[in-house]
Antibody, heavy 126, light 107 residues
Framework: QGQLVESGGGVVQPGGSLRLSCVAS????????MHWVRQAPGKGLEWVAL????????YSLDTVKGRFAISRDNSKNTLYLQMNSLGAEDTAVYYC???????????????????WGQGTKVTVSS | IEMTQSPSSLSASVGDSVTITCRAS??????LNWYQQRPGKAPKFLIY???TLQTGVPSRFSGSGSGTDFTLTISSLQPEDFATYYC??????????FGGGTKVEIK
């Protein structure tokens, strides 16, 4: 079925940095795109970043471009999110997620998150 | 693409049938997904392609729609269904965009 376990969250001062990690098990990690999605306190879900199965293609939310970097190490079944220049608006629970990446003979279904981690909390505060 | 859900919250009783609406700011064909999030938990993937249930999702959940208007229906609400539900478009990505959520509360 697959499992994802995030780590690396914590309290950081404005302008600081954090690196989140997400370890995958139970599925072939190197075959799927991976996402980061965040949820600010009391708010809805906000997609943050996507990386292709091989790490060659990366996409991110406009408001985090140039500050956040998504990466992966397929040899370690691990996804990362390097977050720099953090601001109060980045305070959230960050979830990693596996892309659905499912194809039939006629269609492919991507850009949905079918497995979610438990989340790691990031608080930006002085 | 902006996704708008209505209502933002609703109250219902166990056994009731409820319908949640999701509207896209432009046509997204059937590239529409639904998630459930229980309080304090990670989201759970329910439906993709507007109406296809993910493996293991109870048949009391159903989705419909195409173009700009979509619905999620839960027939015969169970205690574990009280949660917040989100729609998400996968037609024009990135970015993936979510609706604002609909909280289903116990009456």
């Amino acid at each position: 079925q697959g499992q994802l376990v995030e780590s690396g969250g914590g309290v950081v001062q404005p302008g600081g940095s954090l690196r989140l990690s997400c370890v995958a098990s139970g599925f072939t990690f190197s075959s799927y795109g991976m996402h980061w999605v965040r949820q600010a306190p009391g708010k809805g879900l906000e997609w943050v970043a996507l990386i292709s199965y091989d790490g060659r293609n990366k996409y991110s939310l406009d408001t985090v471009k140039g500050r956040f970097a998504i990466s992966r190490d397929n040899s370690k079944n691990t996804l990362y999110l390097q977050m720099n220049s953090l601001g109060a608006e980045d305070t959230a629970v960050y979830y990693c997620g596996k892309d659905l990446g499912y194809c039939t003979s006629s269609s492919c279904y991507r850009d949905a998150v079918d497995i979610w981690g438990q989340g790691t909390k990031v608080t930006v505060s002085s | 693409i902006e996704m708008t859900q209505s209502p933002s919250s609703l109250s219902a009783s166990v056994g009731d049938s409820v319908t949640i609406t999701c509207r896209a700011s432009q046509s997204i064909s059937t590239y529409l997904n639904w998630y459930q999030q229980r309080p304090g938990k990670a989201p759970k993937f329910l439906i993709y392609d507007a109406s296809t249930l993910q493996t293991g999702v109870p048949s009391r959940f159903s989705g419909s729609g195409s173009g700009t208007d979509f619905t999620l229906t839960i027939s015969s609400l169970q205690p574990e269904d009280f949660a917040t539900y989100y729609c998400q478009q996968s037609y024009s990505t990135p970015p993936l965009t979510f609706g604002g959520g609909t909280k289903v509360e116990i009456k």
